[in-house]
T-cell receptor, first 113, second 109 residues
């Protein structure tokens, strides 16, 4: 399985600011994803990070709010923009090949005050 | 809309018993099925994957898949207090995973 490093592990941010979360994988992977897990809830897919092109966003998530970059096959960033308390969640980076298992980073616990 | 359904629990079992966790899914085109364990405050950890009908065993864990009934289950034998966690069923089709809400398992000593 791939080793996934995600940072920061946690942060407390002021409303109206932005936070960029980084995800680094120790090997080249086909697919990278970003999930959100709100308190007491399951995982919701935000978007698929595409290497060298715009991310593919799920319904309810937009690029202006959650810009994503993937400059190469081992690195991606997710920015949570213009944050509000409703954005307080755990954000998770995930990697997989198309039909095989997915692995997760340690997650970023975000609190917006 | 792809849906993955799980009983939220909690499912309480005594130490040493068999815990049975169930999951149904809506998309008949789904090809890959996974069980993840998530401890509170931690990220999901893969414990089983299954791709074809039948049973797959790995140590104390057995995953069962019935595509005709769109049903996946996870059996945990000789349950231990350390198995207490939320178990997430996930179904993959077209490259993306859809997660159920998870079942909380509590194993009492």
């Amino acid at each position: 399985s791939a080793v996934i490093s995600q940072k920061p592990s946690r942060d407390i941010c002021q409303r109206g600011t932005s936070l960029t979360i980084q995800c680094q994988v120790d090997s080249q992977v086909t697919m990278m994803f970003w999930y959100r897990q709100q308190p007491g809830q399951s995982l919701t897919l935000i978007a698929t990070a595409n290497q060298g092109s715009e991310a593919t966003y799920e319904s309810g998530f937009v690029i202006d709010k959650f810009p994503i970059s993937r400059p190469n096959l081992t690195f991606s960033t997710l920015t949570v923009s213009n944050m509000s308390p409703e954005d307080s969640s755990i954000y998770l980076c995930s990697v997989s090949s198309r039909d095989r298992e997915a692995f997760f980073g340690q997650g970023t616990r975000l609190t917006v005050v | 809309q792809k849906e993955v359904e799980q009983n939220s629990g909690p499912l309480s079992v005594p130490e040493g018993a068999i815990a049975s966790l169930n999951c149904t899914y809506s998309d008949r085109g789904s090809q890959s099925f996974f069980w993840y364990r998530q401890y509170s405050g931690k990220s999901p950890e893969l414990i089983m994957s299954i791709y074809s009908n039948g049973d797959k065993e790995d140590g104390r864990f057995t995953a069962q898949l019935n595509k005709a009934s769109q049903y996946v289950s996870l059996l945990i034998r000789d349950s231990q207090p350390s198995d207490s966690a939320t178990y997430l069923c996930a179904v993959k089709e077209g490259g993306t995973l859809t997660f159920g809400k998870g079942t909380m398992l509590l194993v009492s000593p």
